[in-house]
Antibody, heavy 122, light 111 residues
Framework: VKLLESGGAVVRPRGSLRLSCAAF????????MNWVRQVPGKGLEWVAS????????KYADSVKGRFTISRDNLKNILYLEMNSLRGEDSAMYYC????????????????WGQGTLVTVSA | QSVLTQPPSVSGAPGQRVTISCTGG?????????VHWYQQLPGTAPKLLIY???NRPSGVPDRFSASKSGTSASLAISGLQADDEANYYC???????????FGGGTKLTVL
């Protein structure tokens, strides 16, 4: 399993950004995927999840209505569209593979990418 | 402030055993949701260490073990080694928040 994030950048407040995560080495459509973020030097925060094939999604309250998680199961790529960005969205964003296909409650983050850094600053 | 509470730091000498606690509440650990543990070495991404309260993924040494009881869980590391020095995070699900939640993390220092 290999996950490779990209798209991180410096962006102005209220700006937009799209992150990508290319997946290799497993049947991508068979697993739910997640985004987890971490402010440098701080703890981990779950951001969003998407099921393997039926398109179900869930979001943390802190990003609901501003971020959109999506996936392309033909290209094996996970996305995070980020709008109305705020300073508190500045973080390293990791994509993480779920062990389940569907969105379940007892989920966890089985494999992680190396992360892509988003900085929101004027 | 995290919903799951971990000590900010623990330390131990090489070869010793240390434990890291993770305390939750009635809407997460106390509601019988599983706890999972991650190790984050300096400058790297987190890595799954324990899943489903007590299970080690393949490749994780049996020096790492974990348990859960009621609203608390703990991670034990025996035979401490220098390269165990890392941040450790617990994670679970919270039904009141309808969200995955993490502990604040514990920095392990090997003396």
């Amino acid at each position: 399993v290999k996950l490779l994030e990209s798209g991180g950048a410096v962006v102005r407040p209220r700006g937009s950004l799209r992150l990508s995560c290319a997946a290799f080495g497993f049947s991508f459509r068979s697993y739910a995927m997640n985004w987890v973020r971490q402010v440098p030097g701080k703890g981990l925060e779950w951001v969003a999840s998407i099921s393997g094939s039926d398109g179900s999604t869930k979001y943390a309250d802190s990003v609901k209505g501003r971020f959109t998680i999506s996936r392309d199961n033909l290209k094996n790529i996970l996305y995070l569209e980020m709008n109305s960005l705020r300073g508190e969205d500045s973080a390293m964003y990791y994509c993480a593979k779920d062990p389940h296909e569907w969105l379940v409650e007892n989920y966890y983050f089985e494999s992680w990418g190396q992360g892509t850094l988003v900085t929101v600053s004027a | 402030q995290s919903v799951l509470t971990q000590p900010p730091s623990v330390s131990g000498a090489p070869g010793q055993r240390v434990t890291i606690s993770c305390t939750g509440g009635s809407s997460n650990l106390g509601a019988d949701y599983d706890v999972h543990w991650y190790q984050q070495l300096p400058g790297t991404a987190p890595k799954l260490l324990i899943y489903g309260n007590t299970n080690r993924p393949s490749g994780v040494p049996d020096r790492f073990s974990a348990s859960k009881s009621g609203t608390s869980a703990s991670l034990a590391i025996s035979g401490l080694q220098a390269d165990d020095e890392a941040n450790y995070y617990c994670q679970s699900y919270d039904s009141r928040l309808s969200a995955s939640i993490f502990g604040g993390g514990t920095k392990l220092t090997v003396l």
